[in-house]
């Protein structure tokens, strides 16, 4: 794969590069095959108009610089599945990195999304390969010098500009909004680059009256209710149900939870005392053993892919007492208490050893199980899940730290302009999530001056992701000249309504201090995408996009 500067492949510089795929004389050398008709995977337009609506603005540029392109609409289970699982047969599909607590730290993403051994099940799930970015992802970690470390998380930021193995788009500005009628608005907090739909804000909430249950919106089913699986909705549900030792608070500080003491004692050597008198859900007690396996068991790679990078810095994970666990680090992480302390919930072996033996010998990962019973330790308890229309969770009195609320009731409502009427007759009371036009959330509030509403630049960001495994793809030059025919702002003002700002990086603006701010490529630019297209030997004939000389359609079937 090219993963190189764009090259160039001709004589013509400038203007004249420009000229030659505006007009039609072409180059002196026969020029390659037609490139393939492109298909473009995006969500439902009801289910998310903002997707729905920068797909069709990325394919109106594409489609003016020859580029056959066609968009395939499937619900987002089925998206999921056709891209996740299938890595060789897509071409490009509108995708979203969700902001999570434990992503305030830039490790995460840094490293999970672009590292090269994790293309195959990882998050790297596009295949981009570079060992210069793996050298930079893996010294950011290892970097204990905060300030030497943001250079480098600073420099994977410009690495991946220079490479566009995504086309971002935008870090949205999401709007959630609650009842006050019903909860204590000084119980409900936001929580720096997520919103107010958090861990700190369901555990706190104060009911006001009878009504005690918290009735919230999701816009689509969850695949999955697996701990050690990540789910865009079903990390909202797995966070509560399971314990962490740590977790990341309202201002993106990781601090002790299920550990009542976590000690650096040298540079590699973590010990974390367990709380005393823990129980699962099932009244079993948590131990220490249950807390080394909940370690042990991501870092088979082949078996837990995507929980794996939290893990692979794991040297040993040793019980040193009745309460306390100790971590041997193979290098220096400065992420660790956030990016792995914070992540890996605790579950427990009685469970999930006997989940895992059943996998041995099987292709079959962790992360296609579909767990039933839902047993963590966690603050609410598990009720049913009647998919896909609910998921209920209860109170768990036992906890250390118990919520106030009696019953959290997750319900899918994939219609947007649906779910304002439920928040405004008042069968959900908490909105969670919100991906049709934001505007019209704030228009409710000025209506009913009961919802109050917060609006949070996201964690996450939205994008493009283009399969590199797949020509014209595996071409830097090609996908530069993707990126710059798009313009963020555009998309910013027309598919998100001005709810959300340009992005350039995997690193959000909601964390100032990370991200680089000339990450952000200049797009809009048609005239020069198409200039880099004829500098790197692409023609046009017959108004459609041809190969550079010599180069042939490998891919004749999805």
């Given at each position: ?117 994790l293309a195959d099940t990882g998050y790297d799930f596009v295949g981009y390969k570079n060992s210069e970015y793996d050298r930079l992802a893996k010294a950011q ?418």
């Open positions: 794969m090219k993963h190189g500067k764009p090259t160039r492949r001709t004589l013509l510089s400038g203007a004249s590069a420009a000229l030659a795929l505006g007009a039609e004389p072409l180059h002196a050398e026969t020029p390659g095959d037609p490139i393939r008709p492109l298909v473009l995977i995006s969500k439902p337009q009801a289910n998310d108009p903002a997707q729905y609506q920068a797909a069709q603005l990325a394919m109106q540029e594409w489609r003016k610089l020859g580029l056959k392109v066609t968009l395939q609409v499937l619900p987002p289970t089925q998206q999921s599945s056709a891209v996740w699982m299938n890595r060789t047969k897509w071409d490009m599909t509108t995708w979203e990195m969700v902001g999570r607590p434990e992503r305030s730290d830039p490790d995460e993403l840094t490293y999970s999304l672009f590292y090269s051994g970690r290892a970097e204990e010098d905060r300030d030497k470390r943001v250079a480098l998380v600073k420099q994977t930021q410009m690495l991946i500009k220079r490479d566009q193995p995504y086309v971002y788009l935008v870090y949205p500005r999401r709007s959630m909004a609650f009842n006050t009628e019903i909860w204590d608005p000084a119980t409900i907090v936001e929580e720096a680059g997520i919103g107010i739909r958090n861990f700190w804000s369901f555990l706190q909430a104060k009911p006001l009256g009878a009504q005690k249950d918290m009735i919230l919106n999701a816009p689509q089913p969850t695949s999955t209710l697996n701990p050690v699986h990540m789910d865009p909705i079903g990390s909202w549900v797995t966070d509560m149900i399971w314990d962490h030792l740590m977790r990341v608070d309202i201002h993106g500080n990781p601090v002790p939870w299920a550990a009542e003491q976590v000690r650096l004692t040298d540079p590699t050597t973590v010990e974390a005392v367990l709380r005393d008198g823990m129980k699962f859900h099932d009244g079993q007690p948590v131990t220490a053993e249950d807390v080394q396996y909940s370690f042990q068991m991501p870092a088979v790679k082949a078996k837990a892919p995507q929980f794996y990078p939290n893990v692979a810095n794991i040297d040993s994970v040793t019980v040193t007492g009745p309460r306390t666990v100790q971590f041997k680090l193979k290098a220096p992480q400065a992420a660790f208490f956030t990016a792995t302390l914070s992540k890996i919930a605790i579950i427990p072996k009685h469970v999930w050893k006997p989940i895992m033996d059943g996998l041995e010998g099987t292709s079959q990962t962790v992360e296609d199980y579909r767990e039933q019973k839902c047993i963590g330790s966690g603050p609410f308890r598990f009720v049913h899940w009647r998919d896909p229309e609910e998921i209920m969770l209860e109170r768990n009195p036992d906890h250390w730290s118990p919520p106030k609320l009696d019953r959290w009731i997750l319900r899918t409502v994939s219609n947007q302009e649906a779910t304002l009427g439920m928040l405004r007759n008042g069968e959900i009371n908490f909105l969670a999530i919100f991906t049709g036009d934001p505007q019209n959330v704030a228009e409710l509030a000025k209506q009913e001056p009961k919802i109050k509403v917060v609006t949070t630049t996201d964690l996450g960001f939205q994008y493009i992701a283009l399969n590199l495994r797949r020509p014209p793809f595996d071409d830097t030059a090609f996908r530069v000249a993707l990126s710059t025919a798009i313009s963020r702002r555009i998309m910013a003002a027309a598919a998100w309504n001005g709810y959300a700002e340009p992005a350039g990086s995997c690193v959000s603006t909601a964390l100032p201090f990370w991200h680089a701010e000339d990450s952000l490529l200049a797009g809009g630019d048609l005239a020069k995408s198409k200039q880099l297209l004829a500098a790197a030997g692409y023609t046009l004939a017959g108004g459609q996009l041809h190969y550079p000389a010599g180069r042939k359609e490998e891919i004749t079937s999805g």
